[in-house]
């Protein structure tokens, strides 16, 4: 079956050619309204809770490596099959998984991040930076080196401790406490934690006028 769109017009449009008055007239209004884009990089974002940038290990202070255990649920979890994680385990009973390889090909990444809503212990993260755009295309996929000094490079920007900063991945939206791990037990802001988590539209009302 053919479907054809024909808009209907008024002989009255076809000789006053209404369209082309209602074109200048938008434009007009455009005129006097105030701009939505942005002067950037003059002009920066305000990045909201849960965006979604460049991937990062956590490094752990504790033993300055990342915290990654090699459960593999990131790699299972993946829908772009980017992440690729080999890891043995040594022979002494109790001993716990060491990560050989950890790697992220960020180019093949559609950003859902489920992988670090699916980490235990919270080892992985998308950061909240968003520059880092590259020439050539093996600079973006990501060994263990490069994504833990991705996070070196987050944490060194951030405006606030280490310790204070939660993403809400790791607390996922209308999650009960008793089904998170202990590490997603951090404590959240209220406006983090389930009903009141500000996302979307409710964001805008929490900016400043000028970025709202
Ligand atoms: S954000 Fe999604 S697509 Fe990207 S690495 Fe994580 S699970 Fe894979
Ligand atoms: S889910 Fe977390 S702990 Fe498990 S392999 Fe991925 S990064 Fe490592």
Same mark, same amino acid.
């Given at each position: 079956?053919?479907?054809?769109?024909k808009?209907?017009?008024?002989?009255?449009?076809?000789?006053?050619?209404?369209?082309?008055?209602?074109?200048?007239?938008?434009?007009?209004?455009?005129?006097?309204?105030?701009?939505?884009?942005?002067?950037?990089?003059?002009?920066?974002?305000?990045?909201? #809770? =849960?965006? !979604?940038?460049?991937?990062?290990?956590? @490094?752990?202070? +504790?033993?300055?490596?990342?915290? /990654?255990?090699? &459960?593999?649920r990131?790699?299972?979890?993946?829908?772009?099959?980017?992440?690729?994680?080999?890891?043995?385990?040594?022979?002494? #009973? =109790?001993? !716990?998984?060491?990560?050989?390889?950890? @790697?992220?090909? +960020?180019?093949?990444?559609?950003? /859902?991040?489920? &992988?670090?809503?699916?980490?235990?212990?919270?080892?992985?993260?998308?950061?909240?930076?968003?520059?880092?755009?590259?020439?050539?295309?093996?600079?973006?996929?990501?060994?263990?080196?490069?994504?833990?000094?991705?996070?070196?490079?987050f944490?060194?920007q951030?405006?606030?401790?280490?310790?204070?900063?939660?993403?809400?991945?790791?607390?996922?939206?209308?999650?009960?406490?008793?089904?998170?791990?202990?590490?997603?037990?951090?404590?959240?802001?209220?406006?983090?934690?389930?009903?009141?988590?500000?996302?979307?539209?409710?964001?805008?009302?929490?900016?400043?006028?000028?970025?709202?």
């Open positions: 079956m053919q479907i054809q769109y808009p209907r017009r008024s002989w009255l449009g076809t000789i006053f050619q209404t369209e082309i008055l209602q074109g200048m007239g938008l434009t007009l209004r455009r005129l006097f309204s105030r701009p939505i884009t942005r002067q950037y990089p003059d002009e920066r974002p305000q990045i909201r #809770p =849960g965006f !979604r940038g460049q991937h990062a290990l956590v @490094r752990d202070p +504790a033993t300055g490596d990342c915290k /990654c255990i090699g &459960c593999m990131c790699a299972m979890v993946c829908p772009s099959r980017c992440i690729r994680i080999r890891s043995h385990k040594d022979k002494e #009973p =109790g001993s !716990r998984r060491v990560i050989d390889c950890y @790697r992220i090909e +960020a180019l093949r990444c559609v950003y /859902c991040g489920y &992988c670090e809503e699916v980490c235990p212990v919270n080892a992985i993260v998308l950061t909240e930076v968003y520059e880092y755009s590259r020439y050539e295309r093996p600079s973006l996929y990501f060994t263990r080196e490069q994504l833990l000094a991705n996070w070196d490079r944490v060194a951030m405006d606030k401790p280490v310790k204070e900063y939660v993403n809400p991945f790791w607390r996922p939206r209308g999650q009960a406490e008793r089904n998170l791990t202990g590490p997603k037990r951090l404590p959240v802001p209220p406006e983090w934690s389930g009903e009141q988590q500000v996302v979307g539209r409710k964001w805008r009302q929490h900016l400043p006028p000028e970025q709202s």
